[in-house]
Structures are given as structure tokens and as C-alpha cells.
């Protein structure tokens, strides 16, 4: 079992930036691939970005050039740094992470961010 405890959301005005950190814990001895979701009200919950452990990385269109998704394999903790802040990058951000590339996927809690002035 993984779990996985994720930190850094809040409030902040448009333009502005934030940064999540997602830790992962439990009977692991690497994990394949750590990502972000996302899902806004009424929305499908929706890949940010995805990094595998060999650094290749994901993103979608919309936070292409404002977001940049990093990880940390000796501490099992990914990070997702996000600059120039839109009111529609509001949701819930799940931490998400596969042991290989198969399912079973292990979600967080998720963490609120809202973009708003």
C-alpha cells in the first residue's frame, strides 16, 4: 500500500504562484510515475502533469509554460510549482502515483487551490 500526503494549496490572486508537494509513504521501493490531477466543480478530474522516475515528464496543454512538475526519488515526493496563476486553474489537485507503469493508481486526499482576486 502507498499513501500519499499532499500539501501546499491555498488562495492566491491571479498571476500569482503556489507550490504542492505530494510524500509517499509506505511498502514501496520506487515508484514509477508521480502526477497531479485536478478537478474543478461540475469538471472531470483532469491530468496536470506526470513525471516517471527517469524524469520524463507530461503536461497538459493549458499549463504548458506556467507549471513545471518535479520529484525527489530518494524522498518519494513530487512537486508541482505553478507560476502565472488563471482563475481557471481552481480545483481540487490530486497527488497521483503507479509502483509501475499499471494500475492499481494511489490517490491524496487532494488539496484546495482557488485563483481569485
Known amino acids: 500500500q502507498v499513501q500519499l500526503v499532499e500539501s501546499g494549496g491555498g488562495l492566491v490572486q491571479p498571476g500569482g504562484s503556489l507550490r504542492l508537494s505530494c510524500a509517499a509513504s509506505?511498502?514501496?521501493?520506487?515508484?514509477?510515475?508521480m502526477g497531479w490531477y485536478r478537478q474543478a466543480p461540475g469538471k472531470e478530474r483532469e491530468l496536470v502533469a506526470r513525471i516517471t522516475i527517469g524524469g520524463l515528464t507530461t503536461y497538459a496543454d493549458s499549463v504548458k509554460g506556467r507549471f513545471t512538475i518535479s520529484r525527489d526519488n530518494a524522498k518519494n515526493t513530487v512537486y508541482l510549482q505553478m507560476n502565472s496563476l488563471k482563475p481557471e486553474d481552481t480545483a481540487v489537485y490530486y497527488c497521483?502515483?503507479?509502483?509501475?507503469?499499471?494500475?492499481?493508481?494511489?490517490w491524496g486526499q487532494g488539496t484546495q487551490v482557488t485563483v481569485s482576486s
Open positions: 509506505g511498502s514501496i521501493f520506487s515508484l514509477f510515475v
Open positions: 497521483n502515483t503507479r509502483i509501475t507503469d499499471y494500475p492499481p493508481d494511489y
